[in-house]
């Protein structure tokens, strides 16, 4: 079975501080996501990678860096948090145009 | 640019009946289409893809069925079950071909 494991379930963080969210698959995918989730608004993709140190840029990237320096771990960052950040934050990894595996996503509160 | 809608927003019925989510896209030309389950607080699990050259994907109660010409998919649930509970997602291909875009959601509730 594909696993993708984020790094912390729930994360309370102030304003202004650098926060770290980690993603890890273990199935040698290309490609992997991030996205945000919030109500009424739906899942928002922020950035996503294809293959290791590339990425792109997807719809709502503002205020947020991604890094990939291996293939089975992309990290997002967020360099200065703000308080519109508090947010569900959501990884993904797939092969090629095959479905995308989620992992359980990271509840985050900038306070 | 692509855009995915989902009717109904939210869904309530008893126990054992059959029921039909529906997704449309804007953009018929599509070469899959994905359908989730999110549990409250939870990340995705993948239900069901259907290429485009397929018309209907089944897995156990569920069966996914994809019309590109009218830019529609219906997910049909049969024998629902309190366990089935959860938000349904449907998602296209954008303008990367990795990158999907959703729906809003139906969530669906299952009373026993």
């Known amino acids: 079975d594909v696993k993708v494991t984020q790094s912390s379930r729930y994360l309370v963080k102030r304003t202004g501080e650098k926060v770290f969210l980690e993603c890890v698959q273990d199935?040698?995918?290309?490609?992997m996501f991030w996205y945000r989730q919030d109500p009424g608004l739906g899942l928002r993709l922020i950035y996503f990678?294809?293959?290791?140190?590339?990425?792109e840029k997807g719809d709502i990237p503002e205020g947020y860096s991604v890094s990939r320096e291996k293939k089975e771990r992309f990290s997002l960052i967020l360099e200065s948090a703000s308080t519109n950040q508090t947010s569900m934050y959501l990884c993904?990894?797939?092969?090629?145009?095959?479905?995308?595996?989620f992992g359980p996503g990271t509840r985050l509160l900038v306070l | 640019k692509q855009e995915v809608t989902q009717i109904p927003a939210a869904l309530s019925v008893p126990e054992g009946e059959n029921l039909v989510l529906n997704c449309s896209f804007t953009?018929?030309?599509?070469?899959?289409l994905q359908w989730f389950r999110q549990d409250p607080g939870k990340g995705l699990t993948s239900l069901l893809l259907?290429?485009?050259?397929?018309r209907e994907q089944t897995s156990g109660r569920l069966n996914a069925s994809l019309d590109k010409s009218s830019g529609r998919s219906t997910l049909y649930i049969a024998a629902s079950q309190p366990g089935d509970s959860a938000t349904y997602l449907c998602?296209?291909?954008?303008?990367?071909?990795?990158?999907?875009?959703f729906g809003a959601g139906t969530i669906l509730r299952v009373k026993s």
């Open positions: 998602a296209v291909p954008g303008e990367y071909g990795n990158k999907l875009v």
């Open positions: 259907i290429q485009s050259s397929q």
């Open positions: 199935m040698d995918h290309e490609n």
């Open positions: 953009d018929s030309a599509i070469y899959n």
């Open positions: 993904a990894s797939s092969y090629g145009d095959e479905t995308q595996y």
């Open positions: 990678s294809y293959d290791v140190k590339m990425k």
